[in-house]
Antibody, heavy 118, light 106 residues
């Protein structure tokens, strides 16, 4: 059974860079059938797609976040990562890593709350 | 960007009621529309893909329909375990979610 697990700091200071890693187990991140991505959800609000990466390194970002987002992949560790720069309180959210199969998201991590505060 | 407008934002219904949620896209997205269920504190779960296809293992009381810009999600007989927030999601251009519909028991 495929499992995804987010890890990283739960508290980030304003203007700094948020960094999260997703570790994939029970399957290979190098599968040609899937994209791997990040989705976030501010407390009490809806879902926002951040971006996706293919195992080859090709990336696709939400245009509204593109200038601040970098997603990378490490196939040797079966992991992919998110960096979001210049964070503000508006970036406080639960961050989910997920697998994207064509247009649907079929596997999700449990989510990790990241709070932006000094 | 394609905007997804869901309505209502919340609803309250009795066990056994038929529940309908609508999702409208700001432009034609064919059938590139999925529906998810999210329970409190949990990650979303895929229920319906490509507008009308039931994901494996999902109860048949859930269904979806529509194409183009107008889509409908239906629970034919609401059960207590269906209390959740439901989201539509388009993937015709990038990936965008609707604002969500919170379903409660009356």
């Amino acid at each position: 059974q495929l499992q995804l697990q987010e890890s990283g700091p739960g508290l980030v200071k304003p203007s700094e860079t948020l960094s999260l890693t997703c570790t994939v187990s029970g399957g290979s991140i190098s599968s040609s059938s899937y994209y791997w991505g990040w989705i976030r959800q501010p407390p009490g609000k809806g879902l926002e797609w951040i971006g996706s990466i293919y195992y080859s390194g090709s990336t696709y970002y939400n245009p509204s976040l593109k200038s601040r987002v970098t997603i990378s992949v490490d196939t040797s560790k079966n992991q992919f990562s998110l960096k979001l720069s210049s964070v503000t309180a508006a970036d406080t959210a639960v961050y989910y890593c997920a697998r994207r199969s064509s247009g649907l998201v079929d596997y999700w991590g449990q989510g990790t709350l990241v709070t932006v505060s000094s | 960007d394609i905007q997804m407008t869901q309505s209502p934002s919340s609803l309250s219904a009795s066990v056994g009621d038929r529940v309908t949620i609508t999702c409208q896209a700001s432009q034609d997205i064919s059938n590139y529309l999925n529906w998810y269920q999210q329970k409190p504190g949990k990650a979303p779960k895929l229920l319906i893909y490509d507008a009308s296809n039931l994901e494996t293992g999902v109860p048949s009381r859930f269904s979806g329909s529509g194409s183009g810009t107008d889509f409908t999600f239906t629970i034919s007989s609401l059960q207590p375990e269906d209390i959740a927030t439901y989201y539509c999601q388009q993937y015709d251009n990038s990936l965008t979610f609707g604002g969500g519909t919170k379903v409660e028991i009356k």
